[in-house]
């Protein structure tokens, strides 16, 4: 609609990560590309649902994998929703993936032992990063996230979000499970730092991978 009051993304408590206190806030005055109509809540539901009930499928042996094509999408929602000092959300209500993850890990303990989330996306999942980075068992939940990144300090232009500069983590400092491979546009990007990008993301993911392998046999033969 038009002016008025915007209500903000809804809070939803993450397992392992703490509940956030006090109820969603509405933004006076303030209009915000993430709206709600009748039916937000119920689809947000059943998406974030969609991809609980994969995870179910696939770590009870009744599927060896599962794809969920979802709506809304969540990788821009943190663990209050709208990060704080983010200016979007980016159309996002739950975060999907880091729920169905964190389902995983608690729900389905003795099966899985650790859990990537590998974001292949043009923008940089900032909540899931968040989310992540607030995970009390770092050592069971990983985030990988390959995504353009783009500013301009003149214009103060920054591709949205704007976040997942650095190679190792987030900008804060390194997190051992967090890993960032930011790539330029190619109107920007030369062929040497092009191929670095690209030459880190396949050691970040092939060390990723030897990790949740070690695991698999660990644990004698769970999902992954």
């Known amino acids: 609609g038009g002016g008025g009051e915007t209500p903000s993304t809804p809070v939803a408590s993450m397992l392992g990560v ?21 039916g937000s809540l119920k689809a947000a539901r059943r998406a974030a649902g969609a991809v609980k009930h994969a995870v179910d499928r696939v770590l009870l042996g009744r599927n060896r994998n599962a794809f969920a094509v979802v709506r809304p999408p969540g990788h821009h929602a943190g663990v209050g929703g709208l990060l704080e000092g983010a200016e979007s959300c980016g159309f996002c209500i739950f975060n999907n993936v880091a729920a169905g993850a964190l389902h995983a890990l608690h729900a389905h303990r003795a099966r899985c032992g650790k859990v990537a989330i590998i974001d292949i996306d043009v923008h940089h999942g900032n909540g899931t990063q968040e989310i992540v980075k607030k995970y009390t068992e770092p050592d069971r939940l990983y985030f990988f996230s390959t995504h353009l990144y783009d500013t301009d300090e003149k214009t103060d232009y920054k591709f949205y979000p704007g976040s997942g500069l650095g190679f190792d983590a987030d900008e804060d400092g390194d997190a051992g499970n967090i890993v960032n491979v930011p790539l330029a546009p190619q109107w920007r990007a030369s062929t ?20 949740i392998r070690e695991e698999r046999g660990g644990r004698g033969g769970g999902r992954r």
């Open 18 to 38: 703490g509940a956030v206190s006090g109820a969603p806030n509405t933004e006076k005055g303030k209009k915000s590309d993430t709206t709600f109509t009748s």
């Open 192 to 211: 040497v730092s092009t191929a670095i990008s690209k030459s880190k993301a396949r050691e970040e993911l092939q060390e990723i991978k030897d990790v």
